[in-house]
């Protein structure tokens, strides 16, 4: 059995998968661990897709900004926030659920992220690689319209699963200083942040990426190119309107 420290430590995103199949019983297996998950008041509300289908890997990949690893990979996993399933339980025996707002799809929202995340550290100890893919908030009301999500179910995030075809160096980390406060919370000084973001400005390909993109610093790489405030907003736009849409905005 692999020891988890082992493979906490050890893990990188897996974007390059080999063509070695993923078999029912595997994938079954690491679900199962997932779902083992701790979730709100144990409603699991959550669920998760599975595609295998290239047909319907082709119909996502432009979905996620074509993404090759959507196509390529043997798996993909989308898991969504879901209330459709408790609700009609609900309402089956004879109980009213109240669960048509914001902080119920964040409930759902956290259930499914920590399944999510349970399922990619079962599979990186069973040597598989995983890539998270984000722009699944981006492109939720497409993505609804082609896995058929009805009311009630929102997509939060995707996963790439497949055997390995790359070893990628590790990425950096900030210092463990730096993201734990004691007690309570110290806010960061010029100094703190210097000294914190460092390493990681210090870093050959954060210098490549800074001259690569012509930017001075490495937040402006961030802030003017990867995570634009403009299409923050228009995302923020289309995401609340998917609320909406899929009857969590009603309060
Ligand atoms: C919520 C989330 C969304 C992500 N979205 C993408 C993505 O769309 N494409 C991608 O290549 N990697 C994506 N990643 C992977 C991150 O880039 C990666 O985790 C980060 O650079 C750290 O690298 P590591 O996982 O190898 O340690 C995402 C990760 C998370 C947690």
Request: aromatic share 10%; charged share 25%.
């Amino acid at each position: 059995m692999a020891d988890i420290s082992e493979v906490l430590l050890n893990r990188r995103s897996i974007r390059k998968y080999s063509s070695k199949p993923v078999d029912d019983k595997i994938l079954n297996d690491i679900l199962e661990m997932g779902c083992r998950t701790s979730t709100t008041g144990n409603m699991q509300v959550y669920s998760i897709i599975i595609t295998r289908d290239d047909e319907k890997k082709r119909e996502l990949a432009p979905l996620h900004f074509n993404q090759k690893m959507i196509t390529e990979a043997p798996v993909v996993l989308t898991f969504c926030a879901d209330f459709n399933r408790f609700n009609k339980w609900c309402r089956l025996r004879y109980a009213e659920p109240g669960y048509d707002n914001f902080l119920s799809f964040m409930t759902a929202a956290i259930d499914a992220l920590l399944v999510a995340q349970t399922v990619c550290i079962a599979a990186e100890s069973k040597g598989l690689g995983i890539c998270y893919i984000g722009t699944t908030t981006y492109m939720a009301h497409k993505i609804i319209e082609v896995l058929e999500l009805p009311v009630g179910v929102v997509p939060v995030t995707t996963v790439t699963l497949g055997w390995p075809a790359e070893h990628p160096e590790q990425t950096d980390r900030l210092p463990l200083e730096a993201v734990i406060h004691k007690e309570i919370y110290r806010d960061y000084t010029s100094e703190s942040i210097g000294k914190y973001y460092k390493e990681k400005e210090e870093r050959i390909d954060s210098l490549q990426f800074v001259s690569e993109n012509k930017k001075e610093t490495l937040a402006q790489v961030f802030t003017d190119i990867r995570y634009k405030k403009e299409d923050n907003i228009e995302f923020s736009k289309i995401l609340l309107q998917v609320l909406e849409d899929q009857g969590f905005m009603k309060f």
